[in-house]
């Protein structure tokens, strides 16, 4: 789950990060109100969507007067902002956050986030602050500095010098930095962070040093501890069918291709997208049903699946290890009389009680394809969706 850039800066400030002073405004109407409040001569004004490269998709203006914020705030909201991260559609814009305007002298970048390779949580720090930091890694190698942190000790003070040390901050900066990465770290660690991004982290012309944009990404396998984040969720920025997906507890990703996907388990369903793509076929979505599929859950999937207009053909595959086919089978056949399913489906079954549920599929007098293995069912699904 990920907070908007105005959201993260108010846990920042709860673990007392200072963060330039700004207001959330959610009516164009309401700008005034706003820059009497920051006070100043100019300030910025940034759309709110989980997504980033707001500044080039012109989701981030400067503004001098209140009529020029107010201008952008009505351009803004209402609309969807299309950015390199979520092409084609975007995602609705709801609120903009009004900031002061800083003297920035640098910029630079950190964040922190899982390293799967080392089973340790990481930082990265770059002196190439605003920009896409993957660019960077590709491009300016030299610039990437990394601390891995030793989980019986925390992040040490040593770790958080020599990132600053790498950054080139000197003086009162160097403390003041260290300060910042220690509460970072305590942040992603309470609030069971799996990313915290600040990018970029300025240096004003008065020494100071302050987020001035920040990402927060919370594990969603933690939510069920992190009650008042999960107050903070925005579904209208994803997949309105993810949406739903989450309110059933189903595990679906929509994508732009043709086949619809239901599978039971994380790794067969990438196989199984892998082999449409081979024989083909553009999957529509990954869909994991769990080990424990239900004929409830199987109705709910196919649902989601078919709200996705684009699907032509729906692709079944499932392994029975915890449940038997011979149950799914009956699932998959209440769940096609009960949605009224007008697209092709292919099944797949393997595993417990296979040929039983093969069976029941072959006479059940609907329109449905029992295939022999999972290469035959993806060949199947591509040409029923041609």
Known sequence: MNLHEYQAKAVLREFSIVTPRGLAITAADQCAAAAAELGGGGWVIKAQVHAGGRGKAGGVKLCHSVGELKTAAESLLGSRLVTYQNAPDGQPVHTMLIEEILPIARELYLSIAVDRAAERIGLVASSAGGMEIEEVARTEP???LRETVNPVTGL???QGRNLAFGLGLAGDQIAAFVKL??????IFLER??????????VVTTDGRILPLDCKMGIDDNALYRQKALVELADFTQ????????????????????AIGCMVNGAGLAMATMDLIELSGGTPANFLDVGGGATAQSVAQ??????ADANVKSVLINIFGGIVRCDLIAEGIIQAVKKVGVKVPVIVRLEGTNADRGRELLANSGLAIIAANDLNDAARQAVAAAA
């Open 142 to 144: 030299e610039k990437i």
């Open 156 to 158: 040490m003070d040593y």
């Open 181 to 186: 990465v220690k509460a970072c770290y305590r």
């Open 192 to 201: 069971d962070l799996a990313l915290l991004e600040i990018n970029p982290l």
């Open 238 to 257: 994803i997949d309105p069918k993810e949406a739903e997906a989450h309110t059933h507890n189903v595990n679906y990703i929509a994508l732009n291709g």
């Open 301 to 306: 999937a196919f649902q989601i699946i078919l």
